[in-house]
C-alpha cells in the first residue's frame, strides 16, 4: 500500500465536504437525470453506498471516502489527518500484503478536505478486497499507544519545504499556501504537519479526533467495475449497515483567508531558470465563478491558442512556457499564472506583457470562439475523468458529500455549458486584479548589493561538476563517494552487473529477481526485513535496468553502518522465499493487464528494434507463458551470477568521515557468494530492417486494455541514436531535446498535424543510444500524423535546424545536467546511471564543458549520424482494423515500405493454457 498527499488537482479540485445531516435531506430529493448508471443506497448509519456495475471494465474499484482533510487539524496540532491517514495504512498493512496476491494495489491519499482509501484489482478478488474497508470501518486506526503514534508520525511522507526548490514538485503548493492564508487559517500549513506539534500528541486527544471523524456516517463506499450489482446490494447492507454511526459531524469553515496583498516574494537560486507566479484567491467548488475560473486555465496558457502564450512564448519570446492552474477546496481556491523564462530575459518585462494580457481581457470580453474552445478543452478533461473506473469512483464521492447523491455529473457539465464571454470576462475582472495577487519571482542571478550592483565573481558562477573520490578493492568492488556536507541522511546504490540483458530471453526474470531482493534475506522474512529497514529511518528499493540492478538505500547518517549490514545481506543472502516468490510472480502478470497502450508501445518498439533472440527484446509483457515457467531455482542461479563483488560498485553520497567509509566498504565487500558472473560483451547487434511500422491492436484480449477508445493511436516511434557514451551522446541528447521541446518547431508541426501529447527522450546503452517519441492522435489523422514524423526527422538529417530552436533545446538539456547536481539523491541516480552505461563522471562533466559550443551548426552536422534511416520503428497501438485501412498507401518519407500491421501476441492462448491449471493460473 503506498501513502500520498493529494497537493493539487489540476481544472477539476477538491471536494467541499457538506454536514451528513444536509446530504441525507439531499438525498430523498428527486436528482437530476442520469448520466452514468449507479445505484446510491442511504444505510439506516447514514453511511452513502454507490455501486457502479461496467460489464466492459473486467476489473473493480473500491473507493472509502472519509469528510476528513488536513482542513480538521485542530489548532495547534497540524498533521493530525496525516497522522490519522499512517495510522490506517499501518493498520491495513496485513490485509493489503495478502491483497497483492490477488492482483490488488491499495493506497491511501489525503488532500486539504477528504481521506481516500483506494482498492484496485481484478473482478474476480472484489469479495476479499471489501474485506479492507469493513476493517477501517470496524475499527480505523485500531489500539492507540505512545510509541505506535510516535512510529506513525515519524512515518508521515514528508513534503518539500517551503523555503528550498519553490519550483519543484509540491513545494510551490507548499510555500503559496503559506503565504496566501494567514497563521490559524487551516490551509496555512502544510498536510504531513509540524514536527513540534506531532510529537506533542497525546493519545487521549487523538482518539477523540479520530471518534469524531472516522464515522459510518461520515463516510462513502463506492464499489465500480465489473460485478454484479443485485447480488452484492444486500451483501453489502448486511456488512455495513450494522456499523454503529457517530454524532453528526461538523466542519468549522473559516472565512477571511486572505492575507494583505498585493505583495511580492523574491527568491535567488543560480541554477533556476527565471521564473514569475501571480496567484489570486477564488471561491469554492460549484461555487459562484468556479466554472469560469476553470475556463480562464485554457484562455490563458493553452499551447498556441491561450493568450499569455501567444504574448509571450511566440509574440515576443519572452518566456519558455507558460501554465495556469485553478485548485479548488472547500474553503476557497487558488489561481495561479506560472512563466518560465530564459536567463538574461528582464522578468519586469514578462510581468509588464502578463499585465497588458489580463488588462485586455477585463476591459473587452473574449471571444464566442474563445471560450467555445476552452469549454471544450476542460469538458474533454473532465469527460475522461468520467470514463476512467478509478477517478468516476471518485467523482461519486465527491458528489455524495457536495449534493447529496452521487449523480452530480449532469450538474456539473451544465456548469461549463451555462458559462458565457460576458461571465467569463466579469470573473475576470474579480479574480485577476493587481490589487489582489501575490508575486513569486525566482531570479538566477546574485542579490544585488548595497552600491546597487551585482557582484561579479566568474569563478563562483562558474559550474563545476561533482567529482566522486573512488576505492578499488581487490575483489574488484568499485566505490565512488563524496562527502556532502550537512546532510542529514545519506544515500547508497549498490549496483550489481547484469540486468535484462543477462537473462538470455527469459521474459521477467531479472525483474522478479530484483523484487525478490526486498523480500527479506537469512532468518529475516519480507516483513522482518522491511521493519528492521524501518527501525533505522531508512528505506530500501531495488530496480532492474538493462544493464543491471540498482539496490537504493536512504539513512540517516547515524545509521549507515547498520544499514551497510542489511544491504549486503539483501546480496549475498537473499531469502527467495516460497510464497514472495508466488506472489511477486503473480503481481507481475496481473500487471500485464494493467498496462496502458504507451507501454506496450515501448516494449513492442524495443523487441522490434533487437530482434528475436536479443536479450533486451524480451519482454515479460508481451511474454506472459515465459513468466510462468520461472521457478525460484531459474532467480537464485540468476543472482548468484549478479551477485559478484568484479563489476559491482558502491555509490555513497553524504556527510561522511573517511574512516567511517571505510567501514561501510568492508562490511559490503565480504563473503560475496562464489559465482560465473556475466558476460556481456558478446552481445547480437540489434538488427536492421528499414522502416518498419507495426500496428498492434488495442482490445480486450490485449494488455492493459481498459474502456474502448475506437478513435484513439497511441504511438512510440524508436530509433538508434550513435551516441553510447562520449562526445556523440551530447549532439543525441541535444537532439531528444530539440525534439522534446513543446514550444518548438517539430511539436507545432506535428500539433498542426493532430498530434497530441508528443514527448521525446533519450537513454544511453552500452553500444548505442535510443531515442523514443511518443505521440497521440485520432484515428483520421493517422496518414498526416506520420507523414508528420518523417517530415520532421528528414529536416533533421538534412542539418535543417533553426538557431532559436536549437538554443532552446541547449536551454532544456542544461537544466536537465544540473539539475543531476541538484541533491545527494540525484548525484547518487547519476552515477548509479553512469555505472550501468560503462561511463565516468568526468564524461558527464565533459558535457557541462561542451554544451555552450553545441549549437545549430553542429546539430546539424551530426543530424545524419543521429536519425539512420534504415532503422527506424514506428508502432501504432489502436483500433486493429480500422488502423489497418488507415495504413494503406501511407508512404514514409525514408524511401521505406510500410509493414502491415502485426498481429496481437496470443494472449488468449496464454489465459487458456493458465486456466487448465488454476493452481498455477494468472
Known amino acids: 500500500m503506498t501513502i500520498s498527499f493529494q497537493v493539487t488537482l489540476g481544472w477539476l479540485s477538491l471536494l467541499a465536504w457538506c454536514a451528513p445531516g444536509a446530504a441525507a435531506q439531499a438525498a430523498v430529493e428527486d436528482p437530476p437525470p442520469s448520466l452514468v448508471p449507479h445505484e446510491h443506497?442511504?444505510?439506516?448509519?447514514?453511511?452513502?453506498?454507490?455501486?457502479?456495475?461496467?460489464?466492459?471494465?473486467?476489473?473493480?474499484?473500491?473507493?472509502?471516502?472519509?469528510g476528513l482533510g488536513s482542513r480538521d487539524d485542530p489548532s495547534g496540532r497540524s498533521g493530525w489527518a496525516a497522522l490519522v491517514a499512517q495510522l490506517i495504512r499501518d493498520r491495513l498493512d496485513a490485509v493489503s500484503a495478502t491483497l497483492v496476491v490477488d492482483g490488488v494495489r491499495s493506497e491511501v491519499t489525503l488532500g486539504r478536505d477528504r481521506l481516500s482509501l483506494r482498492w484496485e484489482g481484478p473482478a474476480d478478488a472484489l469479495p476479499r478486497v471489501l474485506e479492507a474497508p469493513r476493517v477501517v470501518l470496524g475499527a480505523p486506526v485500531g489500539p492507540l499507544d505512545p510509541a505506535r503514534i510516535e512510529a506513525a508520525a515519524k512515518a508521515i511522507p514528508r513534503e518539500a519545504p517551503a523555503d528550498h526548490d519553490p519550483y519543484g514538485d509540491g513545494s510551490l503548493d507548499i510555500l503559496l499556501h503559506e503565504l496566501m492564508y494567514p497563521v490559524g487559517h487551516p490551509y496555512h500549513h502544510p498536510m504531513s504537519g509540524r514536527a513540534d506539534e506531532l510529537a506533542a500528541t497525546s493519545v487521549s486527544e487523538l482518539d477523540r479526533f479520530v471518534r469524531r471523524l472516522l464515522r459510518a456516517n461520515n463516510a462513502t463506499l463506492t464499489v465500480a467495475g465489473f460485478f454484479d450489482a443485485e447480488a452484492w446490494r444486500s451483501r453489502l447492507e448486511s456488512w455495513f449497515g450494522r456499523i454503529p454511526p457517530g454524532a453528526e459531524v461538523r466542519h468549522e469553515v473559516v472565512q477571511g483567508a486572505q492575507v494583505e496583498i498585493p505583495r511580492r516574494f523574491t527568491l535567488h537560486d543560480p541554477g533556476a531558470r527565471p521564473r514569475l507566479v501571480y496567484a489570486y484567491h477564488t471561491g469554492g467548488w460549484f461555487g459562484p465563478g468556479d466554472a469560469e475560473c476553470d475556463l480562464l486555465v485554457p484562455l490563458l496558457a493553452h499551447d498556441g491558442a491561450g493568450r499569455l502564450h501567444r504574448r509571450l512564448v511566440e509574440q515576443d519570446g519572452l518566456a519558455l512556457a507558460v501554465t495556469a492552474r485553478h485548485t479548488v477546496a472547500l474553503m476557497g481556491g487558488l489561481f495561479t499564472i506560472d512563466v518560465q523564462s530564459y536567463p538574461g530575459v528582464d522578468l519586469e518585462a514578462v510581468g509588464a506583457a502578463i499585465d497588458a494580457e489580463l488588462a485586455r481581457l477585463i476591459e473587452a470580453e473574449p471571444t464566442d470562439s474563445e471560450v467555445a474552445r476552452a469549454r471544450a478543452r476542460?469538458?474533454?478533461?473532465?469527460?475522461?475523468?468520467?470514463?476512467?473506473?478509478?477517478?468516476?469512483?471518485?467523482?461519486?464521492?465527491?458528489?455524495?458529500?457536495?449534493?447529496?447523491?452521487?449523480?452530480?455529473?449532469?450538474?456539473?457539465?451544465?456548469?461549463?455549458?451555462?458559462?458565457?464571454?460576458?461571465?467569463?470576462?466579469?470573473?475576470?475582472?474579480?479574480?485577476?486584479?493587481?490589487?489582489?495577487?501575490?508575486?513569486?519571482?525566482?531570479?538566477?542571478?546574485?542579490?544585488?548589493?548595497?552600491?546597487?550592483?551585482?557582484?561579479?565573481?566568474?569563478?563562483?558562477?562558474?559550474?563545476?561538476?561533482?567529482?566522486?573520490?573512488?576505492?578499488?578493492?581487490?575483489?574488484?568492488?568499485?566505490?565512488?563517494?563524496?562527502?556532502?556536507?550537512?546532510?542529514?541522511?545519506?544515500?547508497?546504490?549498490?549496483?550489481?552487473?547484469?540486468?535484462?540483458?543477462?537473462?538470455?530471453?527469459?521474459?521477467?526474470?531479472?525483474?522478479?529477481?530484483?523484487?525478490?531482493?526486498?523480500?527479506?534475506?537469512?532468518?529475516?522474512?519480507?516483513?522482518?526485513?522491511?521493519?528492521?529497514?524501518?527501525?533505522?529511518?531508512?528505506?530500501?528499493?531495488?530496480?532492474?535496468?538493462?544493464?543491471?540492478?540498482?539496490?537504493?538505500?536512504?539513512?540517516?547518517?547515524?545509521?549507515?553502518?547498520?544499514?551497510?549490514?542489511?544491504?549486503?545481506?539483501?546480496?549475498?543472502?537473499?531469502?527467495?522465499?516460497?510464497?514472495?516468490?508466488?506472489?511477486?510472480?503473480?503481481?507481475?502478470?496481473?500487471?500485464?493487464w494493467g498496462?496502458?497502450?504507451?507501454?506496450?508501445?515501448?516494449?513492442?518498439?524495443?523487441?522490434?528494434?533487437?530482434?528475436?533472440?536479443?536479450?533486451?527484446?524480451?519482454?515479460?509483457?508481451?511474454?506472459?507463458?515465459?513468466?510462468?515457467?520461472?521457478?525460484?531455482?531459474?532467480?537464485?542461479?540468476?543472482?548468484?551470477?549478479?551477485?559478484?563483488?568484479?563489476?559491482?560498485?558502491?555509490?555513497?553520497?553524504?556527510?561522511?568521515?573517511?574512516?567511517?567509509?571505510?567501514?561501510?566498504?568492508?562490511?559490503?565487500?565480504?563473503?560475496?557468494?562464489?559465482?560465473s558472473g556475466?558476460?556481456?560483451?558478446?552481445?547480437?547487434?540489434?538488427?536492421?530492417?528499414?522502416?518498419?511500422?507495426?500496428?498492434?491492436?488495442?482490445?480486450?484480449?490485449?494488455?492493459?486494455?481498459?474502456?474502448?477508445?475506437?478513435?484513439?493511436?497511441?504511438?512510440?516511434?524508436?530509433?538508434?541514436?550513435?551516441?553510447?557514451?562520449?562526445?556523440?551522446?551530447?549532439?543525441?541528447?541535444?537532439?531528444?531535446?530539440?525534439?522534446?521541446?513543446?514550444?518548438?518547431?517539430?511539436?507545432?508541426?506535428?500539433?498542426?498535424?493532430?498530434?497530441?501529447?508528443?514527448?521525446?527522450?533519450?537513454?544511453?546503452?552500452?553500444?548505442?543510444?535510443?531515442?523514443?517519441?511518443?505521440?497521440?492522435?485520432?484515428?483520421?489523422?493517422?496518414?498526416?500524423?506520420?507523414?508528420?514524423?518523417?517530415?520532421?526527422?528528414?529536416?533533421?538529417?538534412?542539418?535543417?535546424?533553426?538557431?532559436?530552436?536549437?538554443?532552446?533545446?541547449?536551454?532544456?538539456?542544461?537544466?536537465?545536467?544540473?539539475?543531476?547536481?541538484?541533491s545527494p539523491a540525484a548525484l547518487a541516480e547519476l552515477w548509479a546511471g553512469l555505472w550501468l552505461d560503462g561511463a565516468l563522471p568526468v564524461v558527464e562533466a565533459a558535457f557541462h564543458r561542451a554544451l555552450p559550443l553545441m549549437g545549430a551548426e553542429q546539430l546539424a552536422r551530426s543530424g545524419r549520424a543521429l536519425v539512420p534511416g534504415d532503422e527506424l520503428v514506428i508502432v501504432l497501438v489502436g483500433d486493429g482494423d480500422r488502423l489497418e485501412a488507415r495504413l494503406e498507401g501511407v508512404s514514409l518519407g525514408f524511401d521505406a515500405d510500410v509493414n502491415e500491421p502485426s498481429d496481437a501476441p496470443d494472449h488468449e492462448a496464454a489465459r487458456a493454457d493458465g486456466a487448465a491449471d488454476e493452481e498455477d493460473s494468472f
Open 41 to 66: 443506497v442511504l444505510l439506516s448509519n447514514g453511511m452513502h453506498v454507490v455501486l457502479n456495475p461496467d460489464a466492459g471494465a473486467r476489473w473493480v474499484v473500491v473507493d472509502l471516502v472519509y
Open 678 to 822: 556475466f558476460d556481456v560483451t558478446s552481445l547480437p547487434r540489434a538488427r536492421s530492417d528499414g522502416v518498419r511500422v507495426l500496428g498492434v491492436p488495442h482490445d480486450a484480449g490485449s494488455p492493459g486494455a481498459g474502456p474502448a477508445d475506437a478513435d484513439r493511436v497511441v504511438a512510440h516511434v524508436l530509433l538508434p541514436a550513435s551516441g553510447g557514451h562520449g562526445p556523440s551522446q551530447l549532439t543525441a541528447r541535444l537532439l531528444a531535446a530539440l525534439l522534446d521541446d513543446e514550444h518548438g518547431p517539430v511539436q507545432a508541426e506535428l500539433r498542426a498535424r493532430g498530434a497530441r501529447q508528443v514527448s521525446a527522450r533519450y537513454e544511453p546503452r552500452r553500444t548505442h543510444g535510443l531515442l523514443g517519441i511518443d505521440l497521440q492522435w485520432s484515428l483520421d489523422d493517422t496518414a498526416a500524423v506520420l507523414d508528420g514524423v518523417m517530415q520532421a526527422l528528414g529536416r533533421v538529417r538534412r542539418g535543417e535546424v533553426d538557431a532559436a530552436a536549437a538554443a532552446r533545446a541547449q536551454g532544456l538539456l542544461r537544466h536537465e545536467l544540473l539539475a543531476a547536481y541538484a
Open 378 to 592: 476542460v469538458l474533454s478533461a473532465w469527460r475522461a475523468e468520467r470514463d476512467d473506473l478509478a477517478q468516476r469512483a471518485t467523482l461519486f464521492s465527491r458528489y455524495v458529500q457536495r449534493l447529496g447523491h452521487p449523480d452530480g455529473f449532469l450538474t456539473d457539465e451544465q456548469r461549463y455549458v451555462n458559462t458565457s464571454a460576458r461571465s467569463v470576462r466579469r470573473w475576470a475582472k474579480g479574480v485577476l486584479t493587481p490589487e489582489r495577487r501575490l508575486v513569486i519571482e525566482v531570479r538566477p542571478e546574485l542579490e544585488v548589493g548595497p552600491e546597487g550592483q551585482a557582484p561579479v565573481d566568474d569563478d563562483a558562477a562558474a559550474f563545476v561538476p561533482v567529482m566522486p573520490q573512488i576505492v578499488e578493492r581487490p575483489s574488484g568492488l568499485s566505490t565512488w563517494w563524496v562527502d556532502w556536507p550537512g546532510t542529514q541522511s545519506v544515500e547508497l546504490r549498490l549496483v550489481l552487473t547484469g540486468g535484462r540483458v543477462a537473462q538470455d530471453g527469459t521474459a521477467g526474470l531479472a525483474e522478479l529477481t530484483g523484487r525478490l531482493l526486498r523480500a527479506g534475506s537469512g532468518a529475516l522474512s519480507a516483513g522482518d526485513f522491511a521493519a528492521a529497514v524501518e527501525s533505522l529511518g531508512a528505506s530500501f528499493t531495488a530496480r532492474v535496468e538493462a544493464w543491471g540492478t540498482v539496490l537504493s538505500m536512504r539513512v540517516p547518517v547515524a545509521a549507515v553502518e547498520q544499514a551497510a549490514v542489511l544491504l549486503h545481506d539483501a546480496v549475498t543472502d537473499p531469502r527467495f522465499d516460497e510464497r514472495d516468490f508466488e506472489r511477486e510472480r503473480r503481481s507481475m502478470s496481473w500487471e500485464t
Open 595 to 675: 498496462r496502458g497502450p504507451r507501454e506496450v508501445a515501448r516494449a513492442r518498439a524495443e523487441a522490434a528494434h533487437y530482434g528475436t533472440g536479443h536479450p533486451l527484446a524480451a519482454d515479460r509483457f508481451l511474454d506472459q507463458l515465459s513468466l510462468r515457467e520461472l521457478t525460484r531455482d531459474h532467480v537464485a542461479l540468476f543472482h548468484a551470477s549478479s551477485a559478484q563483488p568484479r563489476g559491482a560498485a558502491l555509490i555513497l553520497v553524504g556527510d561522511l568521515e573517511p574512516d567511517v567509509v571505510e567501514r561501510v566498504i568492508d562490511v559490503v565487500d565480504r563473503d560475496w557468494p562464489d559465482g
